[in-house]
């Protein structure tokens, strides 16, 4: 009981402070009066808080409101955006990061660039670099890795905007297209099917997670895809996992429609 007056107290003369400071009003100041409204350690504790206060203050009136960034691996790199929704666009994507290199440089890429908002896509190579026994326990640290990104984003004045990823095609060779085949004959799963499987997943978590969230979500996967959920065949490079011009083309057009609507609301 004690302890949450004295927290009380704290609070209350941290607003105080606010007003004070107009007047250039300091803490020893304060303790030189005969107010005697507070000891000197908790008007200590009360300039801290309000310090902190004024910090994130700054930190939003520095933001860089015509700035949004794209973070990823080489989906996103890949991504040649100069400006969308009349906003400048940076690129952070690097080729062949799992979600958790993209947490892991988040500060250094994202939060010191003070943007407006962030784009965060990708976690494809999360299920391409694990084996079938681990793919379970690996998706679960994938959303964890989503999660404590937005909240990096969210704690810094950042709009995170999510997106649903991709899916794959067989590659581009008569050998792949006969073994898929095959498979299919021995009722047998493909690996594009196995890949498939799993981003459709990834894709509803997300998803449930944007609306449960109110986050802008960006559903890039059934732009190039077919009725199937494959990626259609002119929006895949040979290797059927990289987009082509045409599926970027694609996806520009559908971003600069939906992000317009979505950052009102923000």
């Given amino acids: 009981m004690i302890l949450s007056m004295i927290r009380f107290r704290t609070i209350i003369l941290t607003m105080i402070l606010s007003i004070l400071s107009f007047w250039r009003i300091r803490v020893n100041e304060l303790c030189m009066t005969n107010l005697n409204i507070l000891t000197y ?19 939003h009136e520095n933001r860089q409101k015509d700035l949004i960034i794209i973070i990823g ?42 943007p407006r908002a962030v784009i965060i896509w990708g976690f494809i190579n999360d299920i391409f670099n694990v084996n079938q026994e681990e793919i379970d326990a690996t998706l679960e640290k994938t959303k964890n890795n989503f999660v404590e990104m937005v909240k990096l984003a969210q704690d810094n004045g950042i709009i995170p905007i999510l997106t649903t990823d991709l899916t794959i095609r067989g590659k581009k060779s008569w050998p792949e297209t006969l073994a898929s085949w095959i498979g299919k004959i021995l009722g047998k799963e493909s690996y594009q099917d196995y890949v498939n499987k799993h981003v459709l997943a990834m894709n509803q978590w997300i998803s449930k997670y944007a609306k449960a969230q109110d986050l802008p979500l960006l559903d890039l996967q059934p732009i190039l895809s077919d009725e199937q959920g494959i990626r259609k065949r002119e929006y895949a490079v040979e290797d059927g996992s990289h987009i082509s011009p045409k599926g970027y ?18």
């Fill in 249 to 266: 083309d694609k996806l520009t057009s559908y971003t600069q429609k939906m992000l317009g609507d979505s950052l009102m609301k923000y």
């Fill in 73 to 114: 691996a080489s989906y996103a790199a890949g991504w040649n955006l100069e400006r969308i929704v009349g906003l400048r666009v940076v690129n952070k994507g690097v080729g062949g990061e799992q979600s958790f290199e993209m947490r892991n440089r988040f500060e250094k890429d994202i939060i010191s660039l003070n």
């Fill in 41 to 59: 350690s908790e008007l200590i504790e009360a300039e801290s808080i309000f310090h902190n206060f004024q910090s994130k203050d700054m930190t």
